[in-house]
Every structure is written in C-alpha cells, then in structure tokens.
C-alpha cells in the first residue's frame, strides 16, 4: 500500500529526532503538523518546501512525493456501470447543473445532496468553470457540516480549476475560512492575504464589494487570533469601506466589535511605552467602536452578541480604571489623591451593571437544575468574574480617597461574592441561587465578620475538546480571586495577614495563568500575554507602595521568577523594571 505523504513527514522527522514544534520552526505550529502527519489537512506547496528544507532535503523532494501519493477527492461516486445511462441523460443534467451554479451567487443557497453525486466521468464532460464552480459548492456544502478537511480538500480542486481571478479569490477566502473554524490561523492568513492582493488589484465584476468584505474580514480574524493587533485592525479598516446596505446588522456589528477589540488590545499592550493621553484615547476610541457594536447587536435583537459585546465593554472599562490607578500611581503620590473617584467610581459601577445584565438575560433560559452547555457556562462565569473584579477596585478606591464606609461595604461584598462564585464552580446546584441574588438582593453579603480570603478548590483534570470553555472559565474565577486577595493585602493593618493575602493572590494568578496556558489556541493570539501583563502590573503596583522588603517582596520576586521560567519575558533585573520586559510581542507568546 502506498503511503501517505503525512507518514512520510512523520517518518523522516523522527529519523531525525525533531519534534513538531521544531519542524514547524516560525511558520507553522505544532497542531498544524499533526494535522498534516494525521492526514487531517492537506500541506501547501510552501508547508511542503518548508518540512524539506528542515529535513535537509530539496525544495521540491516533497513535492514530488505528494504529486506521486495524492488521492483523488473522495467523491460520492455512482457505479461504473451507469456510465452509459449518464452519458445519455448528460445534457439534461448538464443543463440542470448550470441551473444550479447560476443560483450560487445567493448567500441563502444550498444545493440539494443528491448534487453530489456525481461521477468523475460525469464531471470530467463539463467545462473547467462548471467543474471549479462544483467543487467549490462541495466544499462549502462539507464546510457546514464541520468536515473541514474534506472542505479544503474540495476547495484545493476548485482552486486549481479556476479560471478567473474573481472566482479564485472567493475560493481563496473559503479556505481561508475553513483553517480558522479549524484552529489554524497562520494557514488562515496566508490563504486570506492571497485573496487580499486579488480583490485589492483586480477590477473585474466578479469581486463583489461582498466578498471584498469578506476577505479583509477573515484577514483581519487571522491576524487577531495570532495576536497581531496593528495589521488586523487595518484589515478590519479595510473591511468597513467595503461596507454598504446589503450588509445586515450583524455583520456590521460583528466588525465594529472587532474594531474596538484590536483597538483595545493595542492600548493595553502599549500602555507602557505610550504617553498617557494617547493610551486615554486609545481606550476611549476602543470604547467608542464597541458601544456601536452593542447598539447594533441590540437593533437586531441578537442576545448571544448582546452578551459577547457587554462582557467585553465590561473587560475594557476595567482594565481602562486599572490603567488610570496605574499611571496615577507612576505619576506620584500626590497625583494619586487627586484622581477622581467619582469618575472612576462610576466607570466601575457602568462596568458592574453590563456584568448584571449579562446574568440577568440568562434567567429562564435553561433548566438550572441541569447543566448549562459549556459555552453558557464560560459567558456566566466570566460575567461573574467580572462582577467580583469590579467590587474589588471599587473597594481599593474608596480604601484610597478615604471612604471608610464605601469600602467595607464592597469590601465585604467583594470576598463574599467571589467565594460563592468559586463554591458554585464546584457545585452548579447553586447557580440558580447565585444569579437570583445578583438581582433580587438589597444587602445579600451583610455578614458581620472580618473578610476571609478566597479559598481555592482543588485543581481538576480537564482532558477533552468540550473542557476548553470550563478551563477558560476557571482560569476567569481564580483571576478574580486574586484580585480581591491583592484588594485584601493593600487595605490590611496587621503585617501577618499582609504577607498572607499577598501569598494567597500570586497562588490565585499563577493558577489562572497556567489554566490559560493549558487551554491552548484562543480567539485572541494575546490574550494570555495580556494576562501575564497586567499581572506584572499589579507586581508593580505592589512594590510601588511597599515601604519594607520582607516576606511581600520575597514573595513577589518568587512569582515573577516563575512567570520568567516559561520563556515568555526575559529575566528581569529587578522587579520595579519588570514592567518594561512585561510588554512582549504577543505572537511571541
């Protein structure tokens, strides 16, 4: 039996004692050469010339070897008995096929399954425009149905059908399209920035503003789910001039979120080195796109993106207050008094409110005495996350400007939220009850006692696909629970209690950084840097206000020795300029 070029790859990297990772080097990932050496994806030319090239051999070696193994698409053929009876009816069916085809320009069609079932006879008679116009249908018909190798596999005989530029650009996109519902974006974006220099210089009727749209768009999710802010956000740009009334709202909303997202991202990322007025803007301008986005979510009625667009203006508005107290802080002591709590107050409790109708749009939406999906699960929790965050900055800000009051009232309802949260991580019987109180309470935590620390369940084995969003969920409630232990430490008297709180919030974040660690491929290419990012901030921030050196500082230099092992950030000379070293590539990550 012949043998795949997948097991030939896989059989010459082990000869040479490479691991996937190091035969991928910095242009493909190791889940794409799984996927190749799996027989799951079928390698580009450029993949293929790469793996030689490693393996010492010549540019073409393996592509020779693919052209001498290469399958024909599995089609679902006839029998080749009926050739004849094909060959009578195929003016007939070839005339129907082109009735068809004709229709394909509509975003709703769908052609029938019995479409697909024809032979390669059959198939070899028509034109090599019916023929790519065919296939393409194919793959988008497997596409729907999740087959996404299959998808590619049809897409890759279109492609080399096709004929006009137009055509090849909408098959480029497709592809483009496939790889990222797969979990491979860099094969996104070199499959997308194809179709990009087609639609950019050819002037032919057949690249529609639509598909032009199209493509930026799926440029734009490459180079965010690689964590390349800059150049999505300038395919994103690219995308809203394409934009016209035959764009439904959704579309348009999906584009404006992802508009303010990168806008974001790149605030974040570049709050260090920015002067503070520009990031100030950055963020406003961020806040701006998103709350177009929400209000286009809400026109259309779309509740799922209701709550994808309020969680993450929740996200923005907290991590914009954390950046003013940061810069406040960098600023000096006095420039820290000055800041205005009610504006910073109310920014805080904006954030807590999108938090509550996010949980509030799910009641009566499932049974609670069942499971939520995953997906629900991870929007819940994240929005419960977010709601804790929040209680916990407002805490630390009125400890700060001197409201005694204020801040034990969100003190308390800080450490006593985030433990239910984590006891109902543990025990989704209590969900019901969590989200009742949200709303339906006037005092629900007014529980006289000194405020304990968060404690952590015990760790859980996640191995499973369906795991990603419970990890990602946990990994949201243990950075909750660090940031009211950090709360807790700053606003403590006694030293003992100090030391233990701030002990207590690195365990919590470096739990939620190697949960996110473990999850893997993420939407957002950065997002995990981000999270080591603003946890070195808040290390900063801590040293920064720290007046002696002991176990706090010990502590702290542990923490940071530990995020320095992973090889995401150099090793710091000393931890008050950690935050220099803190702002990394995020495609680095």
């Known amino acids: 039996m012949q043998q795949s070029i997948g097991s030939i790859i896989r059989q010459r990297r082990r000869a040479q004692n490479l691991t996937q990772s190091e035969l991928g080097g910095n242009s493909f990932s190791k889940s794409y050469v799984s996927a190749v050496e799996k027989n799951k994806l079928i390698p580009s030319l450029t993949a293929l010339q790469h793996f030689a090239s490693r393996l010492g051999e010549t540019d073409d070696y393996f592509v020779i070897l693919a052209q001498q193994t290469r399958r024909e698409p599995p089609l679902a053929l006839q029998e080749r008995d009926n050739s004849a009876q094909e060959a009578h009816l195929f003016p007939e069916k070839a005339a129907l096929l082109d009735v068809l085809l004709e229709q394909t320009d509509s975003p709703h069609f769908q052609a029938p399954e019995s479409f697909f079932s024809l032979s390669v006879d059959f198939l070899h008679r028509l034109s090599l425009s019916q023929q790519a116009q065919y296939h393409f249908l194919r793959g988008k018909m497997l596409q729907r149905k999740a087959s996404y190798s299959e998808a590619i596999l049809a897409f890759e005989v279109a492609l080399a059908l096709a004929n006009y530029p137009g055509r090849r650009a909408a098959i480029l996109n497709e592809l483009a399209a496939c790889y990222l519902l797969a979990g491979l974006p860099q094969a996104a974006l070199s499959y997308a920035s194809r179709a990009h220099q087609i639609v950019i210089h050819e002037v032919s009727p057949t690249v529609s503003p639509a598909l032009s ?19 999505a956000l300038e395919y994103f740009e690219l995308a809203r001039t394409y934009l016209n009334a035959q764009q439904n709202m959704q579309e348009t909303g999906r584009l404006y979120w992802s508009l303010g997202y990168c806008t974001y991202a790149l605030a974040f990322q570049q709050a260090c080195s920015q002067n503070p007025e520009g990031i100030e803007n950055q963020f406003q301008r961020a806040l701006s ?4 986005s929400c209000t286009l979510a809400q026109m259309s009625g779309d509740v799922r993106a209701i709550r994808q667009r309020n969680i993450t203006l929740a996200m923005v508005q907290l991590d914009l207050g954390a950046w003013r107290r940061w810069s406040g802080k960098k600023e000096g002591a006095s420039s820290s008094k000055n800041l205005s ?5 109310s920014l805080l409790e904006n954030t ?3 938090c509550r109708q996010v949980l509030l749009s799910f009641n009566g939406e499932w049974n609670l005495t069942g499971s939520p999906v995953p997906e629900q699960k991870l929007t819940v929790f994240t929005a419960l996350s977010l709601f804790t965050r929040a ?4 805490a630390l800000l009125a400890h700060e400007q001197g409201y005694e009051s204020l801040f034990q009232r969100e003190q308390l309802f800080a450490t006593t939220f985030c433990q239910r949260i984590l006891d109902t991580s543990q025990d989704e019987t209590l969900l019901e009850t969590l989200l009742w109180s949200v709303d339906n309470e006037t005092e629900p935590f007014s529980v006289a006692s000194s405020p304990p620390l968060p404690h952590l369940p015990a760790l859980a084995v996640q191995e499973t696909e369906e795991d990603r969003f419970i990890l990602l969920s946990q990994a949201e409630i243990y950075w909750a629970a660090g940031e009211v232990a950090e709360m807790l430490a700053r606003t403590a008297q006694t030293p003992d209690f100090i030391d233990q709180c701030y002990i207590h919030a690195e365990t919590c974040f470096l739990r939620a950084l190697e949960t996110f660690t473990r999850v893997g491929q993420h939407e957002d290419g950065g997002y995990l840097a981000r999270a080591y990012q603003r946890c070195a901030c808040l290390l900063e921030e801590r040293f920064q206000e720290s007046s002696d050196h002991g176990l706090r500082s010990g502590q702290s230099i542990s923490t940071l ?3 320095c092992k992973r090889g995401l950030i150099p090793q710091p000379v000393h931890p008050l300029i950690f935050i220099e070293h803190a702002s990394i590539r995020p495609e680095h990550a």
Do not use: D, N, P, W
Request: proline share 0%; aromatic share 8%; with cysteine.
């Open 213 to 231: 749209f199209s493509v930026e768009i799926h440029c734009g999710k490459a180079c965010l789910a690689l964590g390349m802010y800059q150049h």
């Open 289 to 292: 796109y998103l709350l177009q």
């Open 341 to 345: 709590l009610v504006t910073l107050h």
């Open 352 to 354: 807590g409110e999108l």
């Open 391 to 394: 209680a916990a900055q407002k």
């Open 561 to 563: 020795a530990a995020i």
